[in-house]
């Protein structure tokens, strides 16, 4: 059995970031160390805990059922700690009143609604309003704090501040990659069932990047459309064809095999997510503490939670 005084927490949050990222060198550009220690972390690790928790080729980084057990309790861990840290460094902030945050009904769904709630259970007295929704709201007009922004900026007056980038990743129910020859060829996209948003014009023209720098001008016809990417996803999941969706909205249904992100060498290029605040120079401690965590959450579980050749 393995000593746990022997473990130490920068090796668990090595093995975390390993995990979350992909691969070792994902992961050493987001810890800001090198490849060869986070490989090193990785090896004491297995060897302190007696097993093998990654399994690693030159195409492919893979986590075993030891390790996936390993990894979801070292999730929990490093967000206690984290919690702790942040909550003994924000003592002194005694937050209150109402937090009023705007942003698109996927984005809320999938990142802000939990961040609100970890926020509420830092801060009780503070009470929060998430309003949803895929119109830009009027963060004056409709007394919005904070709002979050996908996409280019238009607007000048408000002040911005970044939190992260996303792209759109083309995805299929595993049904729809067994059932047409997905080659590595764009071209053949054309002929294929594609699920589109209805507000996008038809056809539907999309411009697409590799890994190389190469880009490419996709038409597609979509044969489903739906108004919203909650709705787009539950169709790709459920085999209407495929579908360009936002990285964030998809990472999960990836993980545990409902989709499959298909010509995964190829993406649209990164547009940036903004928390947006009303125009002035003073930010209230509970927009600020809120745009803190968001910024913590995204480094904490990555840009990309899927493991890839």
């Known amino acids: 059995m393995a000593d746990i005084r022997t473990l130490t927490f920068d090796q668990l949050a090595v093995f975390v970031a390993v995990v979350e990222s992909g691969s070792l060198t994902r ?31 030159t195409r492919k980084l893979s986590v075993t059922e030891a390790g996936q057990n390993f990894f979801k309790t070292c999730q929990i861990l490093i967000s206690i700690a984290e919690e702790a840290v942040f909550s003994a460094s924000h003592a002194g902030d005694d937050l209150s009143g109402t937090l009023r945050v705007a942003s698109s009904v996927e984005y809320s769904a999938v990142f802000l609604a939990p961040v609100l709630a970890k926020l509420h259970r830092l801060h009780p007295n503070l009470k929060i309003d998430l309003i949803s929704g895929d119109r830009f709201v009027n963060l004056i007009e409709d007394g919005i704090d904070v709002a979050i922004r996908l996409g ?10 970044k939190i992260c980038d996303y792209a759109k990743w083309l995805v299929a129910s595993p049904d729809i990659v067994t059932a047409h020859t997905l080659r590595d060829d764009l071209s053949i996209l054309s ?101 803190e965590i968001l910024k913590k959450h995204v480094n904490s579980v990555g840009n990309d939670k899927t493991l890839h050749v």
């Open 27 to 57: 992961a050493a550009e987001r810890l800001g160390v090198g490849k060869t220690a986070v490989s090193t972390a990785i090896q004491r690790l297995e060897t302190e805990v007696g097993a093998a928790l990654l399994v690693r080729t």
């Open 152 to 161: 280019r900026l238009t607007d000048s007056t408000l002040r911005a501040n």
């Open 191 to 291: 002929g294929l069932p594609f699920v589109a948003l209805s507000v996008l014009a038809q056809p539907f023209q999309c411009q697409l990047a590799n890994d190389s720098g190469e880009r490419r001008t996709i038409d597609f016809t979509n044969g489903f459309s739906a108004n919203t990417v909650y709705a787009c996803r539950a169709a790709a999941v459920a085999g209407a064809g495929i579908a360009l969706l936002p990285d964030f909205s998809v990472a999960d249904d990836i993980a545990a095999g409902r989709l499959v992100r298909v010509f995964q060498h190829w993406s649209t290029m990164p547009d940036p997510i903004h928390a947006l605040l009303p125009p002035g120079k003073f930010t209230a401690p509970k927009s600020r503490i809120l745009i």
